[in-house]
T-cell receptor, first 115, second 116 residues
Framework: DTGVSQNPRHKITKRGQNVTFRCDPI?????LYWYRQTLGQGPEFLTY????????KSRLLSDRFSAERPKGSFSTLEIQRTEQGDSAMYLC?????????????FGQGTRLTVV | AQKITQTQPGMFVQEKEAVTLDCTYD???????LFWYKQPSSGEMIFLIY??????QNATEGRYSLNFQKARKSANLVISASQLGDSAMYFC?????????????FGAGTRLFVKA
């Protein structure tokens, strides 16, 4: 399978716990994005990487959120001290750098429920 | 300020008819790309069609076409011969060039219902 892979697909956690999600992009893609999507809304940009460098973080990304992309391959998104408002679908996408034309390919997302 | 605006929260269309989903955008970057994605109830985001800011022709991909009006900053998606499987959320997205750091931002979406 050469698509974008996200794990886990679903995560239920208690408020206050930490969670970590993983994204494996398409292998030749050097740009990786994280988005958050709540029910009935469009994906909201959180952050993105070019290779291992994190180029931009949205103001939506509080200090409880951290993302890494060691070695420019897979990426992890960690949420510390989860809150109920963090419940959402977290989407990862990848694309080729610098090309306006190339679309971003999305994974199937990780649905987080904080109880 | 909203960069991508989709003013139709929901749309209904009869099977086999055409439907237009509206999208307006705001950017001062001369180089940008516009995308449409489909999100069925299963959740995956499926790329449909792309239009570049310098493209002279409107993009077409099978039953999908993009009505690009640059001066009006609109990029409406036209789906011809609607099928029941077209029922889904549709998102318009924009990638800006240098100003926007090549990141893609999305509108709030339009839910399309295709009636038999």
């Amino acid at each position: 399978d050469t698509g974008v892979s996200q794990n886990p697909r679903h995560k239920i956690t208690k408020r206050g716990q930490n969670v970590t999600f993983r994204c494996d992009p398409i292998s030749e893609h050097n740009r990786l994005y994280w988005y958050r999507q709540t029910l009935g809304q469009g994906p909201e940009f959180l952050t993105y990487f070019q290779n291992e460098a994190q180029l931009e973080k949205s103001r939506l990304l509080s200090d409880r959120f951290s993302a890494e992309r060691p070695k420019g391959s897979f990426s992890t998104l960690e949420i510390q001290r989860t809150e109920q408002g963090d419940s959402a679908m977290y989407l990862c996408a990848s694309s080729l750098v610098g090309a306006i034309r190339t679309e971003a390919f999305f994974g199937q997302g990780t649905r987080l429920t904080v109880v | 300020a909203q960069k991508i605006t989709q003013t139709q929260p929901g749309m209904f269309v009869q099977e086999k008819e055409a439907v237009t989903l509206d999208c307006t955008y705001d950017t001062s970057d001369p180089s940008y790309g516009l995308f449409w994605y489909k999100q069925p109830s299963s959740g995956e985001m499926i790329f449909l069609i792309y239009q570049g800011s310098y493209d002279q022709q409107n993009a077409t991909e099978g039953r999908y076409s993009l009505n690009f009006q640059k001066a009006r900053k609109s990029a409406n998606l036209v789906i011809s011969a609607s099928q029941l499987g077209d029922s889904a959320m549709y998102f318009c997205a924009m990638r800006e060039g240098t100003e926007g750091g090549f990141k893609t931002i999305f509108g709030a979406g339009t839910r399309l219902f295709v009636k038999a």
